[in-house]
């Protein structure tokens, strides 16, 4: 599913100005229904973890005890870039189907001129996947979304 559809499109960069605020807009968007758990599918006994040491959107399962958080399966989540990053390269590409100069996206997040080139790549990538086969497979995909709907994208 594209970028566009999934979601209302954020009135500006402002709104992915920090980890924290890019995991609760993804939260919003991929748990519309509250955290989902990607091992086990429960829904109901997952607590967030807010200790000083913990990771920024970790939640725990109570059922089975894995602790996950929102980028789990997603294209973020191999990736050594912040969230809050990936979030603004979407919004100024669009979800990945603006073309964009690496250079460009390199100088109005800050990350190297490598890593610019390496998301658009993989933005594109997501995002022309998302075009000609399942909705679920962009850069927004989750698998344990599809888990708990397995067609709610279709018609
Ligand atoms: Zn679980």
């Given at each position: 599913m594209k970028w566009s559809e999934k979601a209302e499109?954020?009135?500006?960069l402002a709104r992915f100005e920090d980890e924290l605020s890019a995991h609760s807009y993804l939260e919003k968007i991929l748990w519309p229904e509250g955290p989902v758990c990607?091992?086990?599918?429960?829904?109901?006994r997952i607590g967030k973890l807010d200790g000083a040491s913990t990771r920024i959107g970790a939640h725990k399962c109570y059922v089975c005890r894995r602790i996950f958080s929102?980028?789990?399966?997603?294209?973020?989540?191999?990736?050594?870039?912040p969230l809050h990053k990936w979030l603004q390269a979407i919004y100024l590409t669009d979800g990945g189907t603006k073309p964009m100069r690496p250079h460009h996206l390199q100088r109005v997040i800050n990350v190297s001129f490598k890593t610019a080139s390496g998301m658009l790549r993989r933005l594109a990538e997501a995002a022309s996947a998302a075009d000609e086969d399942a909705?679920?497979?962009?850069?927004?995909?989750?698998p344990s979304n599809r888990r708990e709907h397995p067609n709610r994208d279709c018609p």
């Amino acid at each position: 599913m594209k970028w566009s559809e999934k979601a209302e499109r954020p009135v500006s960069l402002a709104r992915f100005e920090d980890e924290l605020s890019a995991h609760s807009y993804l939260e919003k968007i991929l748990w519309p229904e509250g955290p989902v758990c990607p091992r086990c599918g429960s829904h109901g006994r997952i607590g967030k973890l807010d200790g000083a040491s913990t990771r920024i959107g970790a939640h725990k399962c109570y059922v089975c005890r894995r602790i996950f958080s929102v980028t789990h399966g997603t294209i973020f989540s191999s990736s050594h870039v912040p969230l809050h990053k990936w979030l603004q390269a979407i919004y100024l590409t669009d979800g990945g189907t603006k073309p964009m100069r690496p250079h460009h996206l390199q100088r109005v997040i800050n990350v190297s001129f490598k890593t610019a080139s390496g998301m658009l790549r993989r933005l594109a990538e997501a995002a022309s996947a998302a075009d000609e086969d399942a909705p679920s497979h962009g850069p927004m995909a989750n698998p344990s979304n599809r888990r708990e709907h397995p067609n709610r994208d279709c018609p």
